[in-house]
């Protein structure tokens, strides 16, 4: 008896690491992607981000160690859409899932002819997302198919609260100050979903500079409709923000700095934006309290930690 117990305490030891070591690894290019593929994943899949917080996917080149991380992982998971635009070629050579293809087209918004890749702006254009990366958890872990089916339907419940309070939050600003003068159009989706005027001093990538004129016609319209506030990013750099600022304010009118919203990563460990929901919320509450609105109480379905 002493001896099955022992081997009963040996067995259950080891359990858990066992696991950790034997469970598949998923490597997704953005953060965005990686903590929804991790709450649905639980322990079935270690998941991982390729392109951190702060970094820039437009213009991320893959270091050494990322091709080494890219080669370890069973499955790499990309939004594609031109997103990740310069490593499309590793991606296709690890035969990514590229979860944006399975976004309905009719859905996207064009910009120059290209598809414009910020859809997780829109909760629920991220959320036609899930089922691909559900499946693809799945494929890797396939004794977990019911948990990660039952996580699948949480995070679509999370996705939609967090819509609803999103709205209720933006609808508050007063209507004429409903516009969100960012440094590269990454909110063109936002703006659709929660009818906020977008003006963007760099288009929807940011491989070229930011122009002076554009920077000058932006100032004399900020100045003209007495535009509240202007926003960084995190991914970027604040100098084409702030020149606009100072453009505006030679201009007699006193355009705010807003805040850094997080427009193409998630925040750093402990910011409340490095989980996909709390990147969101974090934008809407910056947005609402600085074009004079009032964020809504967030609701406890969010389920934020
Ligand atoms: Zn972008």
């Not at 950790?20 to 649905?40: F, H, Q, V």
């Not at 899930?130 to 996580?151: S, V």
């Not at 201009?251 to 427009?263: F, P």
Request: aromatic share 4%.
């Amino acid at each position: 008896m002493r001896v099955r117990f022992m081997a009963l305490l040996a067995s259950l030891a080891l359990v858990p690491a066992m696991a950790a070591a034997e469970s598949p690894r998923l490597l997704a290019t953005i953060g965005m992607i990686a903590d929804p593929a991790a709450r649905m994943a639980g322990d079935c899949v270690q998941v991982e981000t390729l392109v951190g917080p702060g970094l820039d996917p437009h213009v991320y080149q893959p270091r050494p160690s990322d091709i080494e991380r890219l080669r370890a992982a069973d499955r790499v998971v990309a939004l594609g859409l031109g997103l990740e635009g310069r490593l499309g070629d590793v991606l296709a050579r690890t035969g990514a899932v590229i979860l944006g293809d399975a976004v309905d087209p009719d859905a996207l918004l064009q910009a120059d002819g290209s598809p414009d890749p910020h859809i997780w702006m829109d909760p629920t254009l991220w959320s036609a997302v899930l089922p691909g990366l559900a499946d693809t958890l799945i494929e890797l872990a396939p004794d977990c198919a019911d948990r990660i089916t039952a996580r699948r339907a949480d995070e679509e419940a999370r996705f939609a609260a967090l819509d609803a309070w999103a709205e209720d939050s933006l609808h508050s600003i007063p209507e004429a100050q409903r516009v969100l003068l960012t440094a590269h159009d990454a909110f063109a989706y936002f703006a659709r979903r929660y009818e906020v005027e977008t003006l963007a001093i760099q288009g929807i990538s940011t491989e070229s500079e930011p122009s002076i004129a554009v920077i000058d016609s932006l100032a004399r319209e900020a100045a003209e409709r007495a535009i509240p506030a202007a926003f960084i990013e995190t991914t970027l750099n604040p100098r084409a923000v702030r020149a606009l600022i100072e453009a505006t304010q030679s201009r007699g009118h006193d355009l705010a700095q807003g805040g850094a919203l997080y427009s193409d990563a998630l925040g750093e460990p402990g910011s409340g934006a490095d989980s996909y929901l709390g990147m969101i919320v974090s934008n809407v509450t910056t947005i609402t309290e600085a074009l004079g609105g009032t964020p809504a109480a967030l609701p406890e379905a969010l389920d934020l930690d």
